[in-house]
């Protein structure tokens, strides 16, 4: 642990060490004022309509999202606000071409919380935080819990291969949580209860400096006595706990008007159950970023970033329960340290009047990753100890252009060249086998070219091709897992799994609605299937690069206003995701698992003019299987949810959020005998404070 502070004490000390030579070097020039509370009060009846929306994600670049020729789903910040969910991964699920696992954040390891695009199943998206990676640097997975809601200001969903410009993950689209900019001294304080003795409270402070100069500290807490995992508990079941607590703090400093700077800390403790007395996981995570964008020449931007991520995780998931759920034994305990590193720089510019945009940069991330293993009989007594270790290392180089021949047509051409290599393998038992693994590196060359034709004012088609793929993780090369007794072995000679996919679309931008269709197709070659390992008992399992898969389908997007107070917003996924290759003939027609054939949602929005708002959301999830062999489905299931806020004075408003409103049953089914359950009825209210900190900003507010 000594190492890693001094590990954290160095990058903290390089990042600001950059910084500071960046503000040095900027030239004298009059700095841009940062919005006052004024400001932010007179820019609110201008803000752009959803077809104006600026996006960064699908072109690592500020575009209107009406104009970029790729498929791109907008969440501001008024509609994060009124959502009808305590965490972010609760608003994606209800976002057509999104598919996550049927159980929430709330209610799921830390390990498996998964999301994919597209009908990929698995994880096969790549998910950012202020363009950022999130992944879990061993599992790969996505802690939704670290990023609370309160504290973003748009999400930013951008669907199919963006390996092209990201690389790793970024199979089935991109997923960007961008948080909200200090634009004005306030503080922002949250406190609910709800039902499950569910405790929630956040406080952030905003802080204006002066004009070149702002900050955020924050906090938050979550604490719930959550609920059974299991439909039928026994004996050894108990509720499955959450106590969650994340503190960040953010610095925007601009030495000029052509240079702005930030740093951004995190930390978060996340500690779950599963619903056993010896099953849950306790993560500590650490997080430091830090940025720049300086315009260059006449309307060059040049943009660096560099990230670290440090994380400590204590996981007894490897528990046995007996028949009936009786007892419980736990067969493996692990303790998890991992780390990852990188950094980016990016130039983004404009050539010509026919080629408008054009951008080149290079990526750089390493990944270090190890586990201490003990294994128990069932009398508890430790009959095994090991040690597992792992390293990769990522480099991409990436390129892309707009050519516009017409005002009407744009074609969007991106290419990226990643290498990546696995090394530091091993997994040594103590008084037992070693085993060292060799080096093994790759390399990848990812295009992609979009284009977006303008039928008339109000419609467009846009289409894709591209190419793409995601690395396989410490967890898939080097770690051995056994859950109930099924054994799960490493494979240090894993593959990257290699997408090739392509969508049309077409889009309608009415006076008062919006409406998109996209249809869709992508085959991954090298799918990760699990095999029996020959000379093995029939129960020990290796993951293995031997399947093929294909997901087609269709996308419904319809945003209408209906009024100055009501809106609709309606989406609908298809998606026939199928193994069409396999060792196993068994396996060949089946689902991939996770991936429902029928998606469909209904939000119906109101919005007074006093402030009042109220969200009824509404989804409907057909039959999906949790596991590749399709033997149990989990059935289709509807849930209701609903959300509402009435302002009581200019700064305070009460609020109230209903998920799962009609208390629909619904489970994960993950093997014959094993079963988890979905989020039941929960209800929470509190209050929200808005409260300017200046005697300017007290004057605008009312």
């Known amino acids: 642990m000594r190492g890693r502070s001094v590990r954290r004490i160095f990058v903290l000390s390089f990042i600001l060490s950059a910084l500071g030579a960046a503000a040095q070097q900027s030239p004298p020039t009059p700095p841009a004022p940062i919005a006052t509370p004024s400001d932010a009060e007179a820019s609110e009846h201008a803000k752009p309509k959803l077809d104006e929306t600026i996006v960064v994600t699908a072109t690592r670049s500020e575009r209107a999202v009406s104009e970029v020729p790729v498929s791109t789903t907008v969440i501001g910040e008024k509609e994060l606000k009124a959502a009808p969910a305590v965490f972010i991964d609760d608003v994606l699920r209800t976002i057509p071409g999104v598919h996550m696992p049927l159980q929430g954040s709330a209610g799921s390891f830390t390990s498996g919380q998964r999301i994919s695009m597209h009908g990929l199943g698995g994880v096969r998206a790549l998910v950012l935080l202020d363009g950022l990676p999130i992944h879990d640097p061993y599992y790969g997975t996505v802690q939704w819990q670290k990023v609370p809601l309160d504290t973003l200001g748009q999400v930013e969903v951008v669907r199919g291969g963006g390996s092209s410009l990201f690389g790793n993950f970024a199979l089935g689209g991109t997923i960007n949580l961008l948080t909200r900019p200090v634009t004005e001294s306030v503080v922002r304080a949250d406190v609910s209860t709800g039902s499950a003795s569910t405790q929630r409270g956040s406080v952030s402070l905003d802080h204006v400096v002066n004009e070149r100069l702002g900050f955020r500290v924050s906090h938050d807490r979550y604490d719930s006595d959550g609920f059974y995992r299991v439909p039928n508990p026994g004996a050894a079941d108990t509720l499955g706990w959450n106590d969650l607590a994340t503190t960040s703090a953010r610095v925007e400093y601009r030495p000029s008007d052509r240079t702005s700077t930030f740093v951004k800390t995190n930390f978060s403790r996340i500690n779950v159950s599963q619903g056993t007395a010896s099953s849950y996981s306790k993560r500590d995570i650490f997080d430091l970023s830090a940025g720049m964008h300086r315009a260059v020449g006449?309307?060059?931007?040049?943009?660096?970033?560099?990230?670290?991520?440090?994380?400590?995780?204590?996981?007894?998931?490897?528990?046995?329960?007996?028949?009936?759920?009786?007892?419980?034994?736990?067969?493996?305990?692990?303790?998890?340290?991992?780390?990852?590193?990188?950094?980016?720089?990016?130039?983004?510019?404009?050539?010509?009047?026919?080629?408008?945009?054009?951008?080149?940069?290079?990526?750089?991330?390493?990944?270090?990753?190890?586990?201490?293993?003990?294994?128990?009989?069932?009398?508890?007594?430790?009959?095994?100890?090991?040690?597992?270790?792992?390293?990769?290392?990522?480099?991409?180089?990436?390129?892309?252009?707009?050519?516009?021949?017409?005002?009407?047509?744009?074609?969007?051409?991106?290419?990226?060249?990643?290498?990546?290599?696995?090394?530091?393998?091993?997994?040594?038992?103590?008084?037992?086998?070693?085993?060292?693994?060799?080096?093994?590196?790759?390399?990848?060359?990812?295009?992609?070219?979009?284009?977006?034709?303008?039928?008339?004012?109000?419609?467009?088609?846009?289409?894709?091709?591209?190419?793409?793929?995601?690395?396989?993780?410490?967890?898939?090369?080097?770690?051995?897992?056994?859950?109930?007794?099924?054994?799960?072995?490493?494979?240090?000679?894993?593959?990257?799994?290699?997408?090739?996919?392509?969508?049309?679309?077409?889009?309608?931008?009415?006076?008062?609605?919006?409406?998109?269709?996209?249809?869709?197709?992508?085959?991954?070659?090298?799918?990760?299937?699990?095999?029996?390992?020959?000379?093995?008992?029939?129960?020990?399992?290796?993951?293995?690069?031997?399947?093929?898969?294909?997901?087609?389908?269709?996308?419904?997007?319809?945003?209408?206003?209906?009024?100055?107070?009501?809106?609709?917003?309606?989406?609908?996924?298809?998606?026939?995701?199928?193994?069409?290759?396999?060792?196993?003939?068994?396996?060949?027609?089946?689902?991939?698992?996770?991936?429902?054939?029928?998606?469909?949602?209904?939000?119906?929005?109101?919005?007074?003019?006093?402030?009042?708002?109220?969200?009824?959301?509404?989804?409907?999830?057909?039959?999906?299987?949790?596991e590749a062999a399709n033997l149990l489905p989990s059935q289709a299931h509807r849930i209701v949810d609903l959300s509402l806020a009435q302002p009581l004075r200019d700064w305070i408003d009460a609020y109230a959020i209903l998920e799962n409103l009609l208390n629909e049953e619904y489970y994960l089914v993950l093997t014959p005998t094993s079963l988890r359950s979905g989020q039941p009825r929960t209800v929470s209210a509190g209050l929200r404070l808005r409260v300017p900190t200046s005697k300017a900003a007290w004057r605008n507010h009312g």
Do not use: C
């Open 298 to 626: 006449a309307g060059g931007l040049l943009s660096t970033t560099v990230f670290y991520q440090d994380q400590e995780e204590t996981l007894a998931s490897s528990t046995i329960v007996g028949a009936n759920r009786e007892s419980e034994f736990r067969s493996q305990l692990s303790t998890i340290p991992a780390d990852a590193i990188g950094a980016s720089v990016e130039w983004s510019g404009g050539l010509t009047r026919a080629i408008p945009f054009v951008s080149v940069g290079v990526d750089v991330q390493r990944i270090e990753a190890e586990e201490d293993r003990l294994n128990f009989n069932r009398s508890g007594v430790m009959t095994q100890q090991g040690h597992v270790t792992g390293s990769q290392q990522f480099a991409g180089v990436f390129g892309q252009a707009s050519w516009r021949p017409s005002t009407r047509f744009e074609i969007l051409a991106s290419a990226r060249l990643d290498y990546f290599k696995n090394f530091d393998g091993s997994d040594v038992t103590v008084n037992g086998a070693a085993s060292y693994y060799p080096s093994a590196s790759s390399t990848q060359l990812d295009p992609r070219v979009s284009f977006r034709y303008a039928i008339g004012e109000r419609s467009a088609i846009r289409g894709a091709a591209y190419r793409a793929f995601k690395a396989p993780t410490l967890r898939d090369l080097y770690r051995n897992n056994q859950t109930g007794t099924s054994i799960l072995l490493g494979n240090p000679y894993l593959e990257p799994e290699t997408l090739v996919g392509a969508e049309l679309g077409v889009e309608w931008a009415l006076s008062r609605a919006h409406v998109e269709v996209n249809v869709y197709r992508s085959d991954i070659d090298g799918l990760q299937s699990r095999a029996q390992v020959p000379g093995q008992p029939s129960n020990v399992f290796r993951n293995l690069n031997l399947g093929k898969s294909k997901s087609q389908g269709i996308e419904l997007m319809a945003d209408a206003r209906l009024s100055t107070a009501w809106s609709v917003n309606a989406g609908y996924t298809y998606a026939d995701s199928t193994v069409i290759e396999d060792p196993s003939p068994a396996l060949v027609g089946k689902w991939l698992p996770e991936v429902p054939r029928h998606i469909g949602s209904l939000s119906i929005r109101y919005r007074s003019a006093g402030g009042t708002t109220a969200d009824l959301r509404g989804r409907v999830v057909g039959r999906s299987y949790g």
